[in-house]
């Protein structure tokens, strides 16, 4: 039996890329970068050059299933589940675990994002391979943090003890988003990683970490019986009772046994427009157009997304711009107020019937 197993999660909304991303239909099922595979797609097609494909599990919201399906024709439906309600990455991690440990007590399991691009996949696979060789020996959580490039405040940081020639250090401290301020110092010192969100554990390492650490949310998750008929309605039980924690809060900061592999992975989290523009291709005039029937003029630095292939669109003397036209909804706005996307949002909402622009 492969020992080795693949959690992808894929339950976000993403709305920072409104307005192609919405509620029905978000970022993680979307062909954000124009290249012809979505970014779950895309997550799948990485790891499962390592991973067979009945050892590789999509945890989501219970109304995307049927879109996973869809996208990933090759998962069976067994290992696509859906969350009742959102519940942040603790309540996933523990689910999954528990589900797989049920299926292989030797069970080791490569956490991802559903919606991250990596560039240098042979580097990824390398990493992900001496990750698992590591927790075949040690009781270790693993994460892959991501050497910095610069110092970026939209991400989380993780500090780690400097060895020489180590493939591996030990965690010492996790910090949420900085200011540039102190993003400056991290970056300057050395010992500190982008957190990616990328773990590596052994189903049953992470399970007595959750005893430890947060065992009322382990004693629920006790109380299902898993791979069997009645799972989903046990589970519709207890995630209302479940408190809303992350998995870097609730066990990663508290736990002793963790650890960190640098890593140079071409990575980004793609949580912004201006990131998308950032990793996209682009054309002379640097735009990042994703349609041949969009003619410019005098304009440079935008990213323009067209749902309709069909639509001509002219645009003349714009620069540094997001331009994203869908079937419901038209986005312009300058690419550094990407961060005000969720307020258009939340302003949309609170309109009369704003719903269905969502």
Known sequence: MNNHYCVIMAGGIGSRFWPMSTKKFPKQFQDI????????????DRISQIIPDENIFVIT?????????????????????????MKNTAACNIYMAKKILAINEKAKIIVLPADHLILNEITFLKKVEYAFSVIEEKDYLVTL???????????????FIKKDKEEIAKVKTFTEKPNLEIAKTFLESGDFLWNAGIFIWSAKTIISSFEKYLPEMNHLFDSCDYNAKNEKD???????????????????????????????????DLGTWTSVYTNAQKN???????SKNVLTYNSKG???????????VVIDNLKNYIVVDTDKALLICPRDHDQLIKDYVLDLKNLKKGERFM
Do not use: F, H
């Not at 943090?145 to 500090?159: A, E, K, S, V």
């Open 234 to 268: 046990c589970i519709a039980l207890i995630y209302p009772k479940i408190n809303k924690i992350s998995i870097d809060n609730g066990i990663l900061e508290k736990a002793s046994n963790v650890y960190v592999i640098p890593s140079n992975l071409g990575w980004s």
């Open 284 to 290: 002379d005039d640097n735009n990042a157009i994703n």
């Open 61 to 85: 919201n219970a109304e995307y299933t049927e879109l996973v399906e869809q996208q990933l024709p090759k998962i069976s439906k067994e290992n696509i589940v859906g969350e009742p309600v």
């Open 145 to 159: 943090g991501i050497t910095p490039t610069r110092p970026d405040t939209g991400y989380g940081y993780i500090q």
């Open 302 to 312: 935008n990213v323009i997304r067209v749902k309709n292939q069909n639509k001509a």
């Open 33 to 44: 970068l124009g290249v012809g595979r979505t970014m779950i797609q895309q997550t799948y």
